[in-house]
């Protein structure tokens, strides 16, 4: 090209830059940089970082990562013991946030925290889109990861061929799909369910139950769907009377409504949700006194902690009417936290020569974020990782494999620029538009939905007390319930095989490893001659 073509060339480049930026309704980078400087000239003013400053505690604390990694071996025996831990609705954003909060409540910045399963040496990514939805709910994403199949939204223990409400075909065993933890029951191995929500609800329900309706958790709900529920067995009558409900060994979180009957008045002077008049806590019993096992229900922490671990074999803990308190609102003289049922679950199983699964659910993050209140949210996040420390104390990571991960995720961001250390649950900074606070956590859409003010100005965040655990952070846009969002969810995981959980893979993928490193399924394990080793 001629010297004279490419000075036209470029000239006219240049001129359209700028006739751009000029236009009228384009986008123009001088509030970003305006936001910048603030952002720059508010971060050095706060406070001196010591060695964090230096170079050197940088590249040592990366040199001293690396070493650790280079040493970590990859175990490649046999898992005798499996423990899964799902928080649900923990987004990757939840546990940056989370951390913040432990590290803030211990007197720190915060952001350099760990999370106890931050430090697994192995972890990867989980896509997590249901059959027929790009965003999951805790029910199709709990037949993924529990049962190594895609459903679709809603349903439960089912494959895409089943509906929404669809009994018939609910009940048609070719569409049923069986969980790991039924795999592991059929291989001898003891199992366990313990969660913070009802027993019943979606995400522990995976582990036990086919149904076409995860709000079928007692027969009045499935009346209400129109359907039979003589058809239809419920979710609470599957866990006790079918398998492989009836055979797991220790059953730990709330939701005794679902098993009494309506005019029954429970152990805390509530009622039942039951329309059949069922019983199904003393069906439980029964089966268990039929069996000549020793078994203990208990409804209270104290009852919980005063077990015989060594001398029991069933345990049925339901500690509440519905899902049990948050953390931060609960009686911790009376209700188990979720590290206390934990340990209780692993002390229960342990015994087992034959080693066991267990399935651990920190529900409430769940719902924390659907009600927008990000304080409840990453607390029960904090208290999942604290369940989590106590299982890895509890085992050897030579033969259990721990794994860690959500269903979905949420639409809270952790955004703005924040100095560091700045309170998680306070402002951010001050928008250049319109000159008012944002804060650090907010929501894509729920209930804290802020309306403007009388003069159409967004709403001033900073007359509220943002240091009530209940405060509702800021939505764009109002639903009465925030969603989840259809962002790919961590992986974390120890022990044999963990290394496998590696890159990007299907939410499915997921069981079918834990399959695999245990000897249980039908599928390819390290046990049965066909394996590839590594």
Partial sequence: MPASASRTSVLFVLALVVTTWARPGSQDFSDHD???????RRSRSIRDYGEQEDSEFWVDGAQSTLNEKLKTPLLTGQ???VIMFLGDGLSIPTMAAARAYLG???GQTGEETVLSFEAFPHSGLSKTYCVDSQVADSACSATAYLGGVKANIGTIGVTGRVQVNDCAAMMNVSNQVTSILKWSQDSGKS???VTTTRVTH????GAYA???NRDWENDAAVRNSQQDSDVCNDIAEQLVKDLPGRDIKVILGGGRKEFRPRNFTDEEGTSGSRED???LISAWKLDKEERNAKYEYVWNKEQLLGIDYANTEFVLGLFDRDHMEYHLLADLEADPTLEEMTRAAVQTLSKDPNGFFLFVEGGRIDQGHHATKAHLALDEAVEFAKAIQAAADLTSEEDTLIVVTADHAHTMTYNGYPTRGNDIFGISGVSSVDSHPYSTLSYANGPGYKHPDSDGDRYDISKDNMADVDYEYPATVPLSSETHGGDDVAVFARGPWSHLYAGSFE???????????SCVGSGLTVCNGRQKIV
């Fill in 34 to 40: 305006v936001d910048h400087q603030i952002h720059v």
């Fill in 79 to 81: 898992a005798k013991n």
């Fill in 104 to 106: 803030q409540s211990q």
């Fill in 191 to 193: 199992t366990g369910v």
């Fill in 202 to 205: 979606a995400s522990p329900a």
């Fill in 210 to 212: 086919h149904i076409a």
């Fill in 277 to 279: 008049n069922a019983d």
């Fill in 507 to 517: 939410q499915n993928f997921i069981p079918h490893v834990m399959a695999y490193a």
